[in-house]
């Protein structure tokens, strides 16, 4: 069974940026019928999806976050990666990724998360 | 943006009892409608997908219904290790949006 394992620094300082890492184990990305997704939950919040990658590298973003995500996936197929510029205290959540089915042209279904990252913006 | 409009917020039923949660979109979402459970501390848990269809390994008194703009979550025979928050979630339009939340407990 996949599995997904989030790594990367859980305290960032304000203005600068959130790097996290995705690792895709026992299986890999290598196929077109998922899109690899990020998600985040601030602490007693709701679910707030961050955007989502393609092994063909096409990418969609919340319009939300303003321009300050990025997101990349790594051609061996064992991982996909984070990034978020300019960080605000609002950043500070437990960060997920996830696993989304690809069905008509959408990434529907998350049924595979990551057991999720909690990031801190503070000086 | 799609507002999916989750109620109640929070509530409390007895063990065996039927629990209804409902989530409304603010346009039409066709099926393209998810239900997920969260237990405290871990991931969210895909339960129901395209609004009515049970996913793989998950007990039979969890169902989904609806379809447009208004769709239906039950839990029929609700059991202790069902005390979660549950969150409704749609893919039709991009962003992906999430209901806020509903907090069952026993």
């Known amino acids: 069974q996949l599995q997904l394992q989030e790594s990367g620094s859980a305290l960032v300082k304000p203005s600068q940026t959130l790097s996290l890492t995705c690792v895709v184990s026992?299986?890999?990305?290598?196929?077109?019928?998922?899109?690899w997704n990020w998600i985040r939950q601030p602490p007693g919040e709701g679910l707030e999806w961050i955007g989502y990658i393609l092994y063909d590298v096409t990418t969609s973003y919340n319009p939300s976050l303003k321009g300050r995500v990025t997101m990349s996936v790594d051609r061996s197929g064992t991982q996909f990666s984070l990034n978020l510029r300019s960080v605000t205290s609002a950043d500070t959540a437990v960060y997920y990724c996830a696993r989304g089915r690809w069905a008509s042209q959408r990434s529907g279904a998350f049924d595979l998360w990551g057991q999720g990252k909690m990031v801190t913006v503070s000086s | 943006d799609t507002q999916m409009t989750q109620s109640p917020s929070s509530l409390s039923a007895s063990v065996g009892h039927r629990v209804t949660i409902t989530c409304h979109a603010s346009q039409d979402i066709t099926h393209y409608l998810n239900w997920y459970q969260q237990k405290p501390g871990r991931a969210p848990k895909l339960l129901i997908y395209d609004a009515s269809n049970l996913q793989t390994g998950v007990p039979s008194r969890f169902r989904g219904s609806g379809s447009g703009t208004d769709f239906t979550f039950t839990i029929t025979n609700l059991q202790p290790e069902d005390v979660a928050s549950y969150f409704c979630q749609q893919y039709a339009i991009v962003p992906l949006t999430f209901g806020g939340g509903t907090k069952v407990e026993i």
């Open positions: 026992r299986g890999s990305m290598n196929n077109g019928g998922f899109s």
